[in-house]
């Protein structure tokens, strides 16, 4: 789910006479390369004569240059992206700090909170977001270029830099603003509280927020933050693990206490971030490490490879004597295995799984993607009147997980499959096709859809 609310309900803050005021940490150390930085490992201390031995050299990577794009391929869309900020007061000549289209930005942010967080005071969230000690990363689609009657002179611009504070970029005329984040930071702790993430209903569903959260990531790395805090309600849990957060807080607790705030029914999350790893480019980079690793482990590794055997196995009872004849296929020793392991080695027990505990884990996958929200439990006749006069045999994930555990409904992977299919089918009944995308409910039967062809594996009945 891309709307994440960070802030479940606001408790109290932590801030006042009474609370501890951390003591501000060292400016961090500064090095422009791996190469270049100093060792501050024991190891280099030793006098010459007790120095470690010299490690063995290490493979190279190959060069990682980042795409030029920030964007997942599959997403259309062109987008750019602004830092904006409140700024009370004025300047030497009279005039207010803040311009209208930073004000406007900020406007439009505030709404698309109020909307997609709406346990959250709306109060609260203006105050939060319009606090000059917060800042708010916005991220705009760009007018398509189709549209205008230039479209040959004027291309689709994607901007690609993140903009420091104190400047703003200049976005294309007719950019809407369709999601942000807003975080306050605190430069002597090196840390930054997430106090709302959110994308536009319309358009969820689409990469939007991974692409949001790992700018953001950048943007924090750039400023020397080390860590992101967030509370996240049990909605954003499996957004925020999926981009790098997690429920165990590893930053030391005298950094942060008294400075953020506590919220009921929330969970508290962190996010370490890495000055060196380029996290709007990590399915690239991760791609580059896969390629090289796989390259250097068939230099020595023959599983690649792939052998002929044209003769039959030994009818003898003689177990050593069909070791030997299975040595004599080609592959089997160069694979490292011995007689002996022939021996030991104990035939690949064919018992079918346990049907309950498969279609159990199958329910889990699902409800773990970031699209399975409308499909959770069922629908309620007040959120959606006339739902169940048009739908005659609804269904939901939570149904389907009481059948499974009850253990009369469902024998076969199939049939679970056959539900899944029927769910999706509904969903695009009861929400039809909207062209011009305004139906988020049909992009996640689409995407459930999708899911269901790329782990086809998971449906195989034992046979």
């Not at 959110?198 to 933050?225: D, P, T, Y």
Request: aromatic share 8%.
């Amino acid at each position: 789910m891309e709307s994440a609310s960070t802030s479940p309900a606001p408790k109290k803050q932590k801030t006042g006479e009474n609370a501890s005021s951390p003591l501000p940490l060292p400016p961090p150390a500064l090095s422009t390369s791996h190469s270049t930085s100093v060792s501050t490992s024991p190891l280099s201390s030793l006098p010459p004569s007790r120095s470690a031995p010299s490690p063995p050299p290490l493979h190279v990577l190959p060069s990682f240059t980042p795409p030029q794009t920030l964007l997942p391929e599959h997403v259309p869309a062109p987008l750019c992206f602004a830092m904006v900020q409140n700024k009370l007061g004025t300047d030497a000549i009279g005039n207010d700090n803040i311009d209208d289209l930073s004000l406007m930005r900020l406007v439009a942010l505030k709404n698309i909170f109020s909307r997609q967080l709406p346990k959250m005071p709306r109060e609260y969230i203006a105050r939060l977001v319009m606090d000059p000690k917060h800042r708010s990363l916005a991220l705009m689609s760009v007018k398509d270029s189709k549209d205008s009657k230039d479209s040959a002179a004027n291309p689709p611009v994607l901007l690609t830099k993140i903009p420091d504070v104190t400047g703003q970029t200049t976005a294309p005329p007719g950019s809407t603003i369709i999601g942000g984040i807003c975080y306050r930071s605190y430069p002597e702790q090196r840390f930054a509280e997430i106090a709302f993430c959110a994308i536009s209903a319309n358009q969820q569903v689409r990469g939007f927020g991974s692409v949001l959260m790992n700018l953001c990531k950048m943007q924090g790395a750039k400023e020397g933050i080390e860590y992101f805090i967030t509370y996240a309600d049990n909605y954003a849990v499996g957004y925020f693990k999926k981009l790098g957060f997690s429920k165990v807080i590893s930053m030391p607790r005298g950094r942060y206490y008294g400075l953020i705030k506590d919220y009921d029914g929330g969970t508290m999350m962190e996010c370490h971030l890495q000055s060196n790893i380029p996290y709007t480019s990590i399915k690239a980079m991760l791609k580059v490490q896969q390629d090289f690793v796989y390259e250097k482990v068939c230099e020595t590794a023959l599983s690649h490879k792939t052998y002929q055997w044209d003769g039959e196995e030994d009818p003898e009872s003689n177990t050593r004597v069909k070791e030997q004849r299975y040595l004599q296929i080609p592959g089997i020793k160069e694979a490292g295995w011995t007689v002996a392991d022939l021996a030991t080695s104990k035939p690949i027990s064919q018992k079918p799984q346990n049907v309950k505990t498969a279609l159990l884990q199958i329910i889990r996958k699902i409800k773990d993607q970031a699209w399975s929200w409308p499909y959770v439990c069922a629908v309620d006749r007040n959120d959606a009147p006339g739902y169940y006069d048009v739908i005659k045999n609804p269904i939901d994930l939570q149904t389907m997980e009481q059948r499974v555990r009850k253990g009369t409904h469902y024998h076969s992977k199939t049939a679970l499959k056959n539900d899944i299919l029927l769910m999706t089918q509904n969903c695009k009944t009861f929400n039809p096709y909207d062209p011009q995308g305004e139906n988020p409910y049909w992009d996640t039967a689409v995407a459930l859809e999708q899911f269901l062809v790329r782990n086809e594996f998971l449906f195989m009945d034992a046979a």
